[in-house]
């Protein structure tokens, strides 16, 4: 092969190479342009985070609680203090009261998940060493959310059907209603609480 011959073969390996390359990184460019828009939709606070304000402040709380279907309920105090946390992305919910002649205290945290779409609660406190997880979704009126969960059974060391309501009521009031399914597998009303907002 002639010396010019392969100065044009070596020239157009060359050429090659660099369009193979810049495709690439015109690639890899795109790909970590997809990859940042996906990460700042899953970050964004949006309007479904708004629902979390409701619960900011200090509350007053009227507690019942139902130990098994039909039973006379247990009425009881509490307070509570909501805290936005981590740029408005969850609400923090701490709890301190009286539940079944006990001292109570309760942790939930509670926030809107982008890649799910769905509200997400965690709640733990001071009558168990478990963890309970929820999600569900805000109904038409954008005021109640219903979620539900498997929760840990102790009676029977596997889960139990969960649900609950939240109710906006207004800006300075919400309940919630904890619905649990019995051995019978029927639904009844576990605890109710009213939140009424301090003055």
């Known amino acids: 092969m002639s ?10 390996f060359a050429i090659c190479a660099f369009l193979s390359l810049s495709a690439v990184a015109q690639q890899a460019q795109q790909d970590q342009e997809k990859m940042m828009e996906a990460f700042m939709k899953h970050r964004a606070v949006t309007e479904n985070h708004a629902y979390l304000k409701n619960f900011a402040g200090e509350w007053e709380i009227t507690a019942k609680g139902w ?7 247990t009425v009881s105090k509490g307070s509570g203090v909501g805290e936005l946390i981590l740029g408005g992305r969850f609400i923090k919910l701490e709890f301190k009261g009286i539940m079944f002649g006990q001292p109570f205290e309760g942790l939930q945290v509670l926030g809107y998940d982008n890649m799910k779409k769905k509200y997400i609660s965690f ?4 009558s168990s ?17 219903t979620d539900t969960g498997l929760w840990p059974d102790p009676m029977t060391g596997g889960q139990t059907k969960v649900r609950a309501v939240t109710r906006v009521v207004s800006n300075n009031e919400y309940t919630y209603e904890l619905y649990m399914t019995g051995p019978d597998g029927k639904e009844f009303k576990a605890m109710e609480y009213r939140s009424l907002r301090k003055k």
Not at 67 to 73: D, E, F, N, T
Not at 123 to 126: G, L, Y
């Open 3 to 12: 010396r010019k011959n392969i100065i044009i073969l070596a020239t157009v």
């Open 67 to 73: 130990m098994q279907p039909g039973a006379q309920p």
């Open 123 to 126: 709640w733990i406190d001071n």
């Open 129 to 145: 060493t478990s963890f309970y997880l929820n999600e569900g979704s805000l109904d038409k009126s954008g005021k109640v959310l």
